[in-house]
């Protein structure tokens, strides 16, 4: 059998070339499930574009929502070509009957319970139209099979060492699906499965959990059976770390050089309107400020233009991420995704004003915000970036502020510049 398993990306300007930051881990975890008797090829469309005119046996995209309409286009081209097309991830499994009409069997939910049953089921020629497991059924994620990096590109990312050590999130942001998707709870992979796993990697890490700390307690123990390996790894984290000076001690001594952290907002009001539990009655500065006394950089994200923002929130928001020293920062807007409450209650409040999914980037306005206009909003998110990414500004962060790796800083910083200016991701950057 000769297989694609392959990642649409939706903006045409990463189809076929650039070098981004790593690939969908969805792809080489697919692939470790295969026999020795299939060919399987995996093509992530940020890096190099799909041939819907290539001959496959099987067709297998899995894709968010902003990817949707170019994996629909994808698998009608091959369809129409006799080739049989499945489909699965995030969008597929909030979205099960918009896909289903593009695809010969769709997989809802984590891969792992669906995709052994699926491909067996396609040999034997009994494809099913649907996979599913049963509602509020999650892996146990003891004894994964290590994802087929091999099969990947190593010449177009900067790592291909990316690691999940656990799944599920309580906090059920209003804006963020994750917690629809892989549970309200959390679920760790075994301590010494992950660092059986890191092991047999060279290079830095890219630990993809949603929130790596989610568990102080679990967190303790990982980053302590981690400091013997002597690497340096990146990961996202919650405010959470830095009262816990234990916890922010060992994630350092473990190899932590940066953490993505969502900080969405600086008003109080918008952190308790959207869940975001964790930073509600953080002070924001002080908890940055151990961070890096730590060793650690932090890269934060901002949503601009929630409910209870006004004009006045690009400018402050800018102003404070320059003076609490963040080496980066995504400014994205609030983005109503499938499978979200926000996007319940936007759409039930006549607020969606675009259902374009292509559009669905977080740096796109595709609703009306409460205290501004559509235009507004668009124009104040592009500026915040243009601000905050200005040659001066990214000079300073990377030279002038004698915290971390020069370099670092500046591939980082010079990522999320392209990125303001709609150039795709590290587009021209040489591979470290």
Known sequence: MKLLIAA????????????????????????????????????????????????????????????APRAYAIADTFRSRGVPVVMGGIHTTV???????????????EAELV??????????GRLKPRYQASPGHYHNLKNLPLPRRD????????????????????????FCSVSTVTGKKYRFRPVEEVVEEVRQLSGWIAFVDDNIVGSHKRAKELFEALIPLKIQWVGQADLSIAEDPELLRLAALSGCVAIFVGLESLSAENLVATGKRPNVGTDMASAIGKIHAAGIEIVGSFVLGLDGDSLTVFAETVQFAKQAGLVAVQFSVPTPYPGTAMYEQLKSEGRIIDFDWSHFTMSRVVFKPMQMTPEQLQQGRDGAYGNFYSLPSVIRRVFLVGRGNVWRKLLVNMSYRN??????????????
């Open 151 to 174: 099969l990947l590109r190593s010449d177009r990312y900067l790592t291909r060492n990316q690691v999940q050590t656990a799944r599920g999130c309580p906090h059920a942001c209003t």
């Open 115 to 124: 995709w052994p049953e699926l491909l067996e089921d396609f040999k034997a």
């Open 419 to 432: 990125i303001g200016r709609k150039r795709g991701l590290m587009r021209g950057l040489p591979s470290s």
């Open 95 to 109: 979205c099960p009957d918009e896909s289903s009409p593009h695809a010969d069997a769709i997989a809802i939910g």
């Open 8 to 67: 649409p990306a939706y903006n045409s300007k990463w189809w076929g070339g650039g070098e981004v930051l790593a690939p969908p881990l969805a792809l080489p975890v697919l692939a470790s499930y295969l026999d020795n008797d299939t060919e399987v090829q995996l093509v992530d469309e940020h890096v190099e574009k799909i041939d819907p005119g290539a001959s496959y046996d099987l067709v297998a995209l899995s894709f968010m929502t902003a990817a």
